[in-house]
Every structure is written in C-alpha cells, then in structure tokens.
C-alpha cells in the first residue's frame, strides 16, 4: 500500500505545527515505501540544504525500514552497517529525523524531517508517528463499518463534512486534529489492503 495523497498532506500539515509549536522552519520529506518522494513542504525560513537532507532522511527510513538514528548506530566504524553512507550517491543519513511508517506490520512509507538540531527534527517527526498509528486503529475500525466512494474531485472535504456532521449528530464534539486524524483513517482503511 501506498499512503494515499489526502493521509499525505494530512501528516505534513501534523509536523508543520509541529515544527511552528517550537519555533523552529523546517522541510518535511514524506517517502513511500521504496523511498521516492511522495509529498514535501519547505516552511518559510528554513535553511536551504534542510529539503535534501529531509528527502534523504524519507529515504533511508524507507529504503532501509528503520529510523535513521539507528542506522547511525549501526554505521559507526565497528558496526554491521560501516561505510553504509557511501552507497546510493550519498542519500544515507546516519543521524536522526527520519523514520519509518508503517500500516499492519509493513513499512509504507516515511517522513524525514530536517531543519533543526537533530533532537528538534526528531520531536517534530513524534506526532507524526503517533498520528498515523491513530489513523491506522481507526482505519481498522472503519474498515468494518463504512462504505463511500471516492468518486469526483472533491470527496475528501465531503468525507470530511459527513464525518463531523455524524459525530455532531451522535454529541460527540471532535476538533480539527481529532477530525483529521478520524478523516485518515477512514481513507486508510479504503486503500489499505
């Protein structure tokens, strides 16, 4: 499976505040599972080696399944992995920001985040994470219980509309986030197989 584009944009739109609730302009890199970029946004006043290092970092994540602090670890001179980094034309990262997404067990993707200092980018990555595991519990639970279809150019926003009138309609008050994250995992478990 591939991240749908909407689930995409969603996850950029998580590290962007992020990044905003500490100050710091970043690149975010989301890869999909082999490691080609799928989606990127360059905030304002973030330096300009930073999109590289953010594709590089999806990459690595994707391409090898594992955060790139780890294959830092594993890289150093008496690791498995030494010398690693001098493979594909120098897109290996061996510091932290880029990690792994995964859906049912297998990596789909990755977001590689870079602009900060390393501990920055890997708090910016966090929510992230945390939010397409949400998406992915939910997308189980929709995968049982609704139906739509996908069809004309617009169905995300109407998604999203009838989703939060459902939810109003039952008393159940969502913000914005929360909506997102429902709105994701109805999409996940559309695409997922």
């Not at 970043?26 to 999909?32: G, T």
């Amino acid at each position: 499976m591939r991240i749908p584009y909407p689930v995409a944009q969603m996850l950029c739109t998580v590290a962007e505040a992020a990044a905003r609730d500490i100050g710091v302009p970043i690149a975010i890199a989301l890869a999909d599972e082999e490691g080609s970029l799928q989606s990127f946004v360059r905030m304002n006043g973030a330096l300009p080696a930073s999109s590289e290092i953010a594709s590089s970092k999806a990459f690595t994540s994707a391409s090898l399944r594992m955060p790139t602090h780890e294959v830092g670890s594993l890289a150093r001179p008496e690791g498995i992995l030494y010398g690693i980094q001098n493979t594909h034309g120098g897109k290996i990262i061996l510091f932290g920001g880029g990690f792994p997404l995964r859906f049912r067990g297998k990596v789909v993707g990755a977001i590689g985040i870079s602009g900060g200092t390393v501990e920055q980018d890997m708090q910016v990555a966090e929510p992230v994470i945390q939010t397409f595991g949400e998406m992915e519990r939910w997308s189980e639970h929709f995968e049982k219980t609704l139906t739509f279809s996908r069809q004309g150019g617009d169905w995300v926003h109407q998604l999203e509309k009838n989703l939060a009138f459902s939810l109003e309609r039952e008393g159940l008050a969502v913000n914005r986030v929360e909506l997102q994250i429902l709105v994701g995992g109805v999409i996940l478990a559309a695409f997922g197989d």
